[in-house]
């Protein structure tokens, strides 16, 4: 079945926002985030305890995360100013889980002290975070494993043996050894292999890899485990012809690879962002100019710096002209920026209605690492982010930079 790409507003709207709040834009669906972090819940619901922790990193502004942890979600921050975040909003430490990796010391403490739980990512950084501890007692770690060869990656993520993230199976038991003298009272073994996956059955074969790891970790310390933690990577169907995602199927195939081993006591979390939001983000742009070189070029107000996705890896994003959805497209285009930079292009060679300046441009399924990796690059500022609520108003959520935003950390010479 075909995607949709449906939009949540009309011309008539974009027009509105366009007068307040200035293009480009992002804008996110409330009601379609509510309604994809209910699934999500809903498709877990036979796990006691089960919680997804929104990672952090994917939409890292602060009325979008308040949505998620009012749907029961908790935080996964992979960072200090992603656990100050945290703390600003008041989320009690159960609630969030830090994954970071070559990880400082300090940030260990900072962790520590909101109580998070900590997930270590290798072996040099567990006596770090002993060290940190100083003997205080904490409700729960984890550690990260990296299965190398047991698992296959994805094309974004790539093979688990190159990741630099987490242990290997050998390295397991020295870092639980080391973590049973401290005061912990819960245990957990983390594993993240794959990003933007849409197959559901890779998850039950992640669930086994990890269960695997768990056996041999109690074997081989006496400890018990208590949770496993799965990480992200449910996938988004970017492109006309994907399916989406069946997060119902993921979670049962996660269920029978429990029953299977007879774990059905480890309680189950994961680290999805771009499943919860992704979909629901839309950067509204205009058309500036439409330029006849050797090919033919639209140029949005929008640039690269505001969604790296498609300049960095070659990620596809859906187009819609607005209000010209019924047009057949006639027009084949390089959708590009201002940037430069020659892969600042939202699109090569895509087909369109005819495209006129003026128009306004809807770059689809940008509601997760999106914004969050802006830039300031070619000096060109971020963009405000607006949301969507359910009641069909819309407000400002942050604002767009502006010149003494882009100034005020720059040391200027003294004019005389
Ligand atoms: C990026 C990341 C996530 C979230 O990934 P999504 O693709 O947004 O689901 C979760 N956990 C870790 C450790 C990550 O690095």
């Not at 390089?334 to 930079?341: A, N, Q, R, T």
């Not at 939202?346 to 399924?365: E, M, Q, S």
């Amino acid at each position: 079945m075909a995607k949709q790409f449906d939009i949540p507003f009309d011309a008539m709207t974009a027009e509105h926002l366009a007068a307040q709040f200035g293009t480009p834009l992002y804008l996110y669906d409330e009601g379609g985030i509510r309604k994809t972090a209910r699934e999500l819940t809903k498709a877990f619901a036979w796990a006691k305890n089960y919680k997804n922790y929104f990672a952090v990193k994917a939409t890292p502004t602060p009325a979008i995360l308040s949505i998620v942890l009012e749907m029961g979600m908790g935080l996964d921050c992979s960072s200090r100013m992603e656990l100050l975040m945290a703390q600003r909003l008041q989320v009690s430490g159960e609630n969030i889980f830090y994954t970071s990796n070559n990880t400082p010391k300090e940030d260990f403490e900072l962790a520590i002290q909101l109580n998070v739980t900590v997930n270590i990512d290798d072996l040099t950084q567990v006596p770090v975070f002993v060290g940190a501890l100083q003997g205080k007692r904490l409700r729960r770690a984890a550690v990260r494993y990296n299965p190398g060869g047991l698992k296959h990656g994805n094309s974004i993520i790539g093979e688990p043996v190159e990741a630099k993230y987490g242990m290997r199976l050998d390295q397991l038991a020295e870092a639980f050894t080391l973590l049973k003298r401290q005061d912990i009272t819960e245990f957990g073994l983390h594993t993240m292999v794959a990003s933007n996956e849409l197959d559901h059955e890779y998850f039950g074969e992640t669930a086994q890899v990890l269960l695997q790891a768990v056996d041999r970790v109690e074997h081989e310390t006496g400890l018990h485990m208590s949770f496993i933690n799965l990480g992200g990577g449910f996938g988004v169907n970017y492109k006309p012809h994907q399916r989406p995602f069946d997060v119902q199927a993921a979670a049962a195939a996660v269920r029978e690879v429990l029953v299977k081993n007879g774990r059905e006591d480890l309680h189950i979390h994961t680290e999805n962002g771009r499943y919860v939001t992704g979909p629901h983000g839309y950067l509204l742009s205009r058309v500036r100019y439409v330029m006849q070189k050797h090919k033919t070029y639209v140029g949005l107000d929008a640039s690269m710096h505001n969604l790296m996705r498609p300049g960095m890896y070659g990620a596809y994003h859906h187009l819609t002209v607005l209000g010209k959805e019924s047009h057949v497209h006639t027009g084949t285009y390089d959708v590009v920026g201002s940037l430069c930079e020659n892969n600042d292009k939202f699109a090569i060679d895509r087909k369109l209605p005819t495209v006129k300046p003026g128009d306004y441009v809807v770059i689809h399924d940008s509601g997760a690492h999106g914004h969050a990796m802006g830039n300031n690059y070619n000096g060109l500022l971020r963009s405000p982010e607006v949301i969507l609520r359910e009641d069909g108003s819309t407000q400002l959520i942050r604002r767009g930079e502006t010149a003494e935003d882009y100034f005020k950390n720059m040391v200027w010479p003294v004019v005389p």
